[in-house]
Every structure is written in structure tokens, then in C-alpha cells.
């Protein structure tokens, strides 16, 4: 169904001008338009997570998050060797147990995630492929956490795996310092029988999300991070001419916390580059948003705004140039602690656009 919403045009008079000066000029015309959603939608995706400041291991009954290591291992590293610990350093104090496993199958740290091992390339299991046997067991602790591998199980994990998989074995959440962290990155050691040791310092790490419970249904307006949630809405400028002059735009809406592993959640707005009703979730968008946000949820749920007055200037005073494909809204960034917040689709909680607009005045000599 579409919406047509009228000018509303308020008129400023002012009775302080000189006789006659009215006859000469007026006043420009402004006003104040608010308009709903002429088209919304929202789709669930698993992003990519190797790039996350941190990785996050854990699960609970909505979300299950694991890690992936990768380190330069040679062969040359199983000469005499005696044992080899993994060490880690987890930013958080909740204790999480995990067992550690040898990826079989070779992962991109940019381009992993639940389904892909790389841009190209599906796991053969959705969440990973690894052999069946436990390199190690341990539970995450404030402070550094070492695993004692396995020794017999060294020579497949140098000559045939890809890396490290580390998967949870018990509910919540932990997140570990990454490879880019240089004193305190994940690590392994290596002790041979002269008592040196060598030490290798990961070169690629990632975490994956996936989604074990969440049944949403399909008119639902998600928002949500780490298993990443986006929703789509497209407001209709056609009423607003080019030689407009846009003063505020100010987008809003009261979000309703569903699920969140953090006290404040971080919201964006991108502008679509393509047309969602052609391309859906594959419709391209400015990776730097438009407008960002961060809020504490509350028992009362809180309106949140975002202030595009440049974006939508943009798309009215260029509509050749500059399409109007709509909005796309994400968690920012989206490898951020997991979090689920819904949109209504009607009444005073809804995403709405307010739009303060100045007219030019019209020319004084025209006819």
C-alpha cells in the first residue's frame, strides 16, 4: 500500500516590516513533515568475525560462538619435542569450558563464518570441520588459561590441520584476546627434551556465531549482532522538490530488547547503493554509516534516533545521481557481544522520519 503525505506548510508573519515591504518580498515557507516506512523488511545473515577486536567463545540457548586459531607450524617443530601448551588470555572473568579440536579443512580469517571456511569454500558440517579427537580440555579463567595438547595427536596437527577449533562444552560466555594484541595474543609453546621451547604466535584467528533456537517469524523487524540481524525500511521523498533546503532529519523508533550479552547496544544506519526490492540481501550499502547510536536498554524501552539530515538532502536535491534505495539498520559493528532487538510496524513506537524543510521563496517577479 503506498502513502502520500501532504506538506504541512506553516507561514511566518511578522507585523514589525515597513508598509508595503510585504509587496516587495515574502517570507520563506517551512514546515515540519513526519512520514512512515513506505516499504520495510528484514533478513538474518552470518558475518564474517575474523576482523572482532576480541573473539568470543561460549553458548547458551540461543547463540553458540566458537574460536578459531590458526598458527605457523613446520614440521621441523616435532623434532624432540616433549609437550606443547596453548596459552590464552581471556578478557572476561566468567569460566567457560571448551575442548580444543584440529580444523580439517583450511579457513580464511576474513571470510569464516558458521557456513563458509572462506569466500568460496562451505564447510562440509555447518560450525566447522574438524577431526573427532580432543587435542585438550580446559576452562577459561580471568587469568591465563594453558592447555596441555595432546603429544600424540601433534603429528596430524602440524602435517594435516588447519588450525585450532575451540568449541564450548557448557553455557556462557567469555571473550579472549586476539592474535593483534602482541604480548597477550593466543600462542603456542613447544618444549623439547634440551629444555628450549619455541613459541609460535597466531597469524590468523576468527570467531563463528550461530543461532541454535531463534524462531522469528518472517514479518518480525530484527536488529542484532554477532549473528547478524539487519532491517531494511525505505521512506518516500517524492513530495519534497529538489531546491528544498532540509534544516533536521531526524529518524526514530523504540526498539524492544529481545536477547543482549551487553549493557549498551550500538545501532547504524547505512544507505543502500542498490535496490532491495531486486537484489534482497545481497543489495549493496555504504560500509561507513550515515548515523550511529549507543544506548542502555532499560525496563522501559528507550526511543532511539539518528540524525541523516545530510543523507536525505542528498537524496532529494539529487534524485538522478543519488537513488533513494532505502536504509539498511545493523548492530555496529556487528561482531559485537550477541544482542536482539525487534521494530514495531505500527503505532507511537515505530520507525518514523521528521523532516524540518525551509522552502526558497518564490521569485518576486514571476507572474
Known amino acids: 500500500?503506498?502513502?502520500?503525505?501532504?506538506?504541512?506548510?506553516?507561514?511566518?508573519?511578522?507585523?514589525?516590516?515597513p508598509v508595503g515591504f510585504d509587496q516587495l518580498t515574502t517570507l520563506p515557507e517551512s514546515?515540519?513533515?513526519?512520514?512512515?516506512?513506505?516499504?520495510?523488511?528484514c533478513y538474518s545473515r552470518h558475518v564474517p568475525l575474523g576482523y572482532a577486536d576480541w573473539l568470543l567463545l561460549g553458548r547458551d540457548e540461543q547463540y553458540e560462538s566458537r574460536v578459531l586459531l590458526k598458527f605457523p607450524l613446520k614440521?621441523?617443530?616435532?623434532?624432540?619435542?616433549?609437550?606443547v601448551r596453548l596459552i590464552l588470555h581471556p578478557i572476561d572473568s566468567t569460566p567457560v569450558t571448551f575442548v580444543c579440536r584440529a580444523c580439517s579443512t583450511e579457513w580464511s580469517t576474513g571470510a569464516v563464518t558458521w557456513l563458509l571456511a572462506d569466500s568460496a569454500t562451505r564447510w562440509l558440517t555447518p560450525g566447522g570441520d574438524i577431526w573427532e579427537f580432543a587435542l585438550g580440555t580446559a576452562t577459561l579463567t580471568r587469568e591465563s588459561t594453558v592447555v596441555e595438547l595432546d603429544r600424540s595427536r601433534l603429528t596430524l596437527l602440524v602435517q594435516k590441520s588447519s588450525g585450532i577449533m575451540l568449541l564450548p562444552t557448557?553455557?556462557?560466555?567469555a571473550a579472549?584476546?586476539?592474535?593483534?594484541?602482541?604480548?597477550a595474543g593466543p600462542k603456542l609453546v613447544f618444549h623439547y627434551a634440551d629444555g628450549k621451547e619455541r613459541v609460535?604466535?597466531?597469524?590468523g584467528d576468527a570467531h563463528i556465531v550461530d543461532t541454535l533456537s531463534i524462531r522469528?517469524?518472517?514479518?518480525?523487524?530484527?536488529?542484532?549482532?554477532?549473528?547478524?540481524?539487519?532491517?531494511?525500511?525505505?521512506?518516500?521523498?517524492?513530495?519534497?522538490?529538489?531546491?528544498?533546503?532540509?534544516?533536521?532529519a531526524q529518524l526514530s523508533f523504540t526498539p524492544r530488547t529481545i536477547y543482549r550479552r551487553s549493557d549498551t547496544l550500538k545501532l547504524a544506519v547505512h544507505r543502500l547503493t542498490e535496490s532491495y526490492q531486486l537484489r534482497n540481501?545481497?543489495?549493496?550499502?555504504?560500509?561507513?554509516?550515515?548515523?550511529?547510536?549507543?544506548?542502555?536498554?532499560?525496563?522501559?524501552?528507550?526511543?532511539?534516533?539518528?540524525?541523516?539530515?545530510?543523507?536525505?538532502?542528498?537524496?532529494?536535491?539529487?534524485p538522478d545521481s543519488f537513488l533513494n534505495h532505502g536504509l539498511l539498520i545493523t548492530a555496529e559493528p556487528e561482531w559485537q557481544r550477541p544482542f536482539r532487538v525487534k521494530l514495531s510496524r505500527s503505532g507511537n513506537t515505530a520507525p518514523k522520519l521528521k523532516i524540518k524543510y525551509i522552502l526558497p521563496p518564490p521569485d518576486r517577479f514571476s507572474r
Open 281 to 318: 540481501r545481497y543489495a549493496g550499502y555504504e560500509e561507513n554509516a550515515a548515523a550511529t547510536t549507543a544506548y542502555i536498554p532499560v525496563e522501559q524501552d528507550t526511543m532511539v534516533s539518528f540524525d541523516i539530515t545530510r543523507l536525505v538532502q542528498n537524496w532529494v536535491s539529487h
Open 216 to 248: 522469528s517469524q518472517v514479518t518480525d523487524l530484527l536488529i542484532g549482532a554477532s549473528f547478524a540481524f539487519r532491517t531494511y525500511l525505505k521512506f518516500r521523498l517524492d513530495t519534497l522538490p529538489p531546491e528544498v533546503t532540509i534544516l533536521r
Open 1 to 17: 500500500m503506498k502513502f502520500f503525505f501532504p506538506l504541512t506548510l506553516l507561514l511566518v508573519a511578522c507585523n514589525t516590516l
Open 75 to 83: 614440521d621441523s617443530a616435532l623434532d624432540s619435542v616433549t609437550g
Open 176 to 183: 579472549i584476546t586476539n592474535m593483534t594484541d602482541t604480548k
Open 200 to 203: 609460535y604466535y597466531a597469524t
Open 170 to 173: 557448557d553455557t556462557g560466555f
Open 31 to 41: 514546515g515540519m513533515l513526519e512520514l512512515l516506512p513506505d516499504s520495510f523488511d
